[in-house]
């Protein structure tokens, strides 16, 4: 077994008695030298004295070796912070005294520093942040000057004096990316904009609606930005291709391009910026019916790479650039074609058969008139997913076309066949059927759809605006299907749990309604879809006879300035604040309260708008309710199934333009009215029979209700559509800046004339 091993007590005392017995042995050897010594010679003292002084400087080297665990020169050192070892700071040596240390703030590397001081969005704290040392200043400055707010003259012009001074602070002119003069566009000339020249690197320049400014001041400005990734010059009616030249020349790197409305550019200098500016990624061309097949074509050969393409009222517009755009294009994701009258089923027949765009998402081809079901076929074939399909006022498609657009499935969300004349239940019910994630929906003016097509509309469990504008035949069944699906019953077991009890609570998703001339729709059925649809911001009821009242007048919002005096008096829309104070004031006031009783149970309506309409049938011929079998709920559909939403924004608004202000085209007050016959059968036939229900009144129609069919066709045989022209206009406003460069639907089309 091992020894222990001594403590530090024991060693230090050996060390101690070792060392007093080499010092004693050291001192006798040193007397005996000094007495052999004096017996020398004179002669040799002075040699002698030197070999002893070698003798005593060496004397370290010849000493004996000392103990491995020697320790001594650590305990007999009377302090310890003088010792061998080197000097052991205490606790008074550890103070802190040196003055370049510095806080914790200010020991942060620049990088922290920036990424805190770009999170703060007021030009002011920027400022008092940027006025606190110089540090703070060369990591704030570039932050504040990235984007100067250009909204007055007076912050215009100092930023101008600061931009032009000859030796400033900090190198200013570079660090601006971005320049808006839109909020300034009514007074901007040349003046405005030249010392802004001056900035080389912006990468972003808006100058919308800028019509005093002409190419003298332009050139000089975007020939100083190489670096510009985004330029709106939309409205600047006076700018020509000589800026597009300078552009092409000096802005390579150009991505996004909006020239709507300026119509002085010709075909051959957006050649040559195509050409120059292969990166083009967002393009906008609204407006500028001067251009032909060869300027649109010129970017389809050399911008493989375009995201959107707005072609909005490109009247000399042909097959050609379509086709071209869609089979080159490696992204196309957005195309939009309204209004562009010369486009029919050539443009996309001529596709390659085997070819399929799977980022085509958004399709606008508005009052393209030419395009029939064919076409429709074979955009379906071609782009699968698309989420947002635009049809409206192309006037020859049929149920065909509808049955083609269902294959969308869950892909579809936004679909506008307004105008589309010949449309029937039959397709809305397959619509319906097979695509369940429609959110926006506008059917207006289908004269030949009836409450079958809202009730099926109704079970949509994502839908948040509808249109049904001049539906004529739809009556109040089909707005107590809208407020029967926006309201759903759940058992709740109260704190017992002894029992449960049903309470009915909103989960409505509905925003807009649109519901204009849809004559026959009373009082009880409107105060019913107000109080169920709790999200509701918009309810337009133009021409709607029993909304034509007085006391109702304050919350109706102001008609357009442009209106007749007879367009005023039928004027009826409520939004916003508006339909707060409609819902209100029709819940509190007694002279409705009448109309808030013996209204149809709405878990009943939702139940049956889940059950098996055959069933339904024949419940109300005497067969026991209990074999009638509910269909799959369609609101436990799977959702994680990987397909994301496309941001619409304010492209998503669903309207529609009255039209005929004041046209009545239904059996109101005795008068008659012929409605368009219906078109043939479509060739498919509807395979699911479950979409099929009873006669509209049947079961749901509150007491106040007349039940009566419509009015039977007559021969006669509707033209072409021409109400709500300038569906898609452009804003005429300031616009934002250029980097989503997405075009908009106007929002409330249903107060604009035809």
């Given at each position: 077994m091992r020894p222990p091993a001594p403590s530090l007590d024991v060693?230090?005392?050996?060390?101690?008695?070792?060392?007093?017995?080499?010092?004693?042995?050291?001192?006798?050897?040193?007397?005996?030298?000094?007495?052999?010594?004096?017996?020398?010679?004179?002669?040799?003292?002075?040699?002698?004295?030197?070999?002893?002084?070698?003798?005593?400087?060496?004397?370290?080297?010849?000493?004996?070796?000392?103990?491995?665990?020697?320790?001594s020169d650590f305990f007999h050192v009377a302090?310890?912070?003088?010792?061998?070892?080197?000097?052991?700071?205490?606790?008074?040596?550890?103070?802190?005294?040196?003055?370049?240390?510095?806080?914790?703030?200010?020991?942060?590397?620049?990088?922290?520093?920036?990424?805190?001081?770009?999170?703060?969005?007021?030009?002011?704290?920027?400022?008092n942040c940027m006025l606190t040392c110089k540090r703070w200043a060369r990591n704030v400055v570039e932050i504040l000057w990235h984007r100067p707010s250009c909204t007055s003259w007076?912050?215009?012009?100092?930023?101008?004096?600061?931009?032009?001074?000859?030796?400033?602070?900090?190198?200013?002119?570079?660090?601006?990316?971005?320049?808006?003069?839109?909020?300034?566009?009514?007074?901007?000339?040349?003046?405005?904009?030249?010392?802004?020249?001056?900035?080389?690197?912006?990468e972003r320049l808006t100058l919308t609606n800028c019509q005093g400014l002409t190419d003298l001041g332009l050139i000089p400005l975007v020939r100083s930005s190489h670096h510009l990734l985004a330029l709106d010059i939309s409205g600047d009616i006076n700018i020509t291709e000589s800026s597009i030249i300078a552009i092409a020349e000096n802005c390579r790197r150009l991505q996004g391009l909006n020239v709507s409305n300026c119509k002085q550019i010709s075909n051959e200098s957006m050649a040559q910026l195509a050409q120059s500016c292969k990166f083009?990624?967002?393009?906008?061309?609204?407006?500028?019916?001067?251009?032909?097949?060869?300027?649109?074509?010129?970017?389809?050969?050399?911008?493989?790479?375009?995201?959107?393409?707005?072609?909005?009222?490109?009247?000399?517009?042909?097959?050609?650039?379509?086709?071209?755009?869609?089979?080159?294009?490696?992204?196309?994701?957005?195309?939009?074609?309204?209004?562009?009258?010369?486009?029919?089923?050539?443009?996309f027949?001529?596709?390659?058969?085997?070819?399929?765009?799977?980022?085509?998402?958004?399709?606008?081809?508005?009052?393209?008139?030419?395009?029939?079901?064919?076409?429709?076929?074979?955009?379906?074939?071609?782009?699968?997913?698309?989420?947002?399909?635009?049809?409206?006022?192309?006037?020859?498609i049929t149920d065909t076309a509808v049955y083609s657009i269902s294959r969308l499935g869950k892909n579809l969300h936004y679909v506008h066949l307004g105008h589309c004349r010949h449309i029937t239940d039959d397709a809305v019910k397959r619509l319906v059927q097979c695509c369940n994630r429609i959110r926006y929906i506008d059917l207006g003016c289908c004269t030949h759809l009836t409450d079958e097509s809202v009730i099926q509309l109704a079970r949509l469990p994502k839908l948040k605006r509808i249109g049904l504008v001049k539906c004529s035949s739809i009556t109040d069944e089909s707005m107590y299907a809208l407020a029967g699906a926006n309201r759903h019953a759940q058992n709740r077991r109260n704190a017992s749990a002894s029992n449960s009890r049903r309470h009915e609570f909103h989960t409505g998703s509905l925003e807009r309604v649109h519901l204009s001339y849809c004559t026959n729709l009373t009082l009880p059925s409107i105060i019913r879809l107000l109080n169920c649809c709790p999200k509701l911001t918009h309810l337009s009821l133009t021409g709607v006879p029993a909304f034509l009242r007085d006391d109702l007048e304050s919350f109706c919002r102001e008609a357009p300035p442009d209106f007749t005096e007879h367009q005023r008096a039928v004027f009826c829309v409520f939004s916003g604040q508006g339909v707060s104070g409609l819902r209100q004031y029709l819940n509190t006031q007694p002279d409705f309260a009448e109309y808030h009783l013996h209204q149809p149970t709405l878990f009943a309506l939702r139940r049956a708008l889940q059950t098996n309409p055959d069933a339904a049938q024949g419940q109300g011929q005497g067969v026991n309710p209990a074999i009638a079998t509910e269909i799959v709920d369609i609101d436990a559909l799977d959702e994680m199934d990987g397909v994301e939403d496309d941001d619409m924004g304010d492209g998503s608004e669903i309207a529609l333009d009255p039209g005929n202000l004041g046209a009545n085209n239904n059996q109101v007050n005795g008068v008659n009215s012929a409605?368009?016959?219906?078109?043939?059968?479509?060739?498919?036939?509807?395979?699911?029979?479950?979409?099929?229900?009873?006669?509209?009144?049947?079961?749901?129609?509150?007491?106040?209700?007349?039940?009566?069919?419509?009015?039977?066709?007559?021969?006669?045989?509707?033209?072409p559509s021409i109400a709500g022209q300038g569906l898609f206009t452009a804003r005429n406003g300031a616009g934002p800046s250029t980097a989503s460069m997405q075009g908009q639907i106007e929002e409330d089309e249903d107060v604009q004339r035809s």
């Open positions: 060693i230090a005392a050996r060390n101690s008695s070792a060392t007093a017995a080499a010092t004693a042995t050291a001192t006798a050897a040193t007397t005996a030298a000094a007495a052999a010594s004096s017996d020398t010679s004179a002669t040799n003292n002075n040699t002698e004295d030197a070999r002893e002084r070698d003798s005593r400087s060496s004397s370290s080297t010849n000493s004996p070796v000392p103990a491995d665990n020697e320790e302090n310890d912070s003088q010792s061998s070892l080197g000097v052991v700071p205490n606790l008074q040596d550890m103070q802190v005294t040196d003055p370049d240390c510095l806080p914790t703030v200010a020991a942060l590397p620049s990088e922290i520093l920036i990424s805190i001081f770009s999170r703060i969005t007021a030009p002011g704290e920027l400022l007076t912050k215009h012009s100092a930023i101008c004096a600061t931009l032009g001074l000859e030796t400033p602070y900090f190198t200013y002119t570079d660090f601006v990316k971005r320049i808006n003069l839109a909020a300034l566009a009514d007074r901007v000339n040349d003046g405005s904009v030249i010392p802004l020249s001056v900035c080389t690197r912006v083009i990624k967002r393009l906008k061309l609204n407006d500028c019916d001067q251009l032909n097949d060869s300027a649109v074509v010129a970017f389809a050969d050399n911008c493989p790479n375009i995201l959107e393409i707005d072609l909005h009222q490109c009247s000399n517009i042909g097959n050609e650039p379509v086709t071209a755009l869609l089979s080159k294009g490696r992204s196309l994701r957005e195309l939009r074609l309204a209004n562009c009258d010369l486009i029919d089923d050539g443009a027949l001529s596709l390659p058969s085997n070819k399929v765009y799977e980022h085509l998402r958004i399709l606008d081809l508005t009052s393209c008139t030419r395009l029939t079901d064919r076409a429709v076929e074979k955009i379906i074939d071609a782009a699968p997913r698309l989420r947002n399909l635009v049809l409206a006022k192309c006037s020859n409605i368009p016959p219906p078109p043939p059968p479509p060739p498919h036939p509807n395979p699911n029979p479950l979409f099929r229900t009873g006669s509209p009144g049947s079961s749901y129609a509150p007491p106040t209700q007349d039940n009566h069919a419509a009015e039977a066709p007559t021969s006669s045989t509707a033209g």
